[in-house]
């Protein structure tokens, strides 16, 4: 079994940063291809960023392209999203997700496990 917990989440004005940690537990992190999928009130859950278990090719969402940056830290087991100018548009619970292996795809039912979430907001 494996174990996600998401933390980072907070109140930001529009143009700010923050950085989402997802903390890996249960199984080799190493073995782990990650991501991280949102959801705002009303709308259906959308991708935002992966990264291979190799850590090669990290893939995004055209939404965040440009401003956000996934990257894995393999001596605390974690995997981070930083966000940078941020939009009241990023308004959402981010959750963090897991798959044994494979390519860093963003396709929701790829991913076998996932943390409770955690509130990102932006304001205007």
């Known amino acids: 079994q494996v174990q996600l917990v998401e933390s980072g989440g907070g109140l930001v004005q529009a143009g700010g940063s923050l950085r989402l940690s997802c903390a890996a537990s249960?199984?080799?992190?190493?073995?782990?291809?990650m991501a991280w999928f949102r959801q705002a009130p009303g709308r259906e859950r959308e991708s935002v960023a992966a990264i291979s278990w190799s850590g090669d090719n990290p893939n995004y969402a055209n939404s965040v392209k440009g401003r956000f940056t996934i990257f894995r830290d393999s001596a605390r087991n974690t995997v981070n999203l930083q966000m940078n100018s941020l939009k009241p548009e990023d308004t959402a619970v981010y959750y963090c997700?897991?798959?044994?292996?494979?390519?860093?795809?963003?396709?929701?039912?790829?991913?076998?496990?996932w943390g409770q979430g955690t509130q990102v907001t932006v304001s205007s």
């Open positions: 249960g199984r080799a992190f190493s073995t782990f291809t």
């Open positions: 997700a897991a798959r044994f292996l494979g390519n860093g795809v963003l396709v929701a039912d790829n991913y076998n496990y």
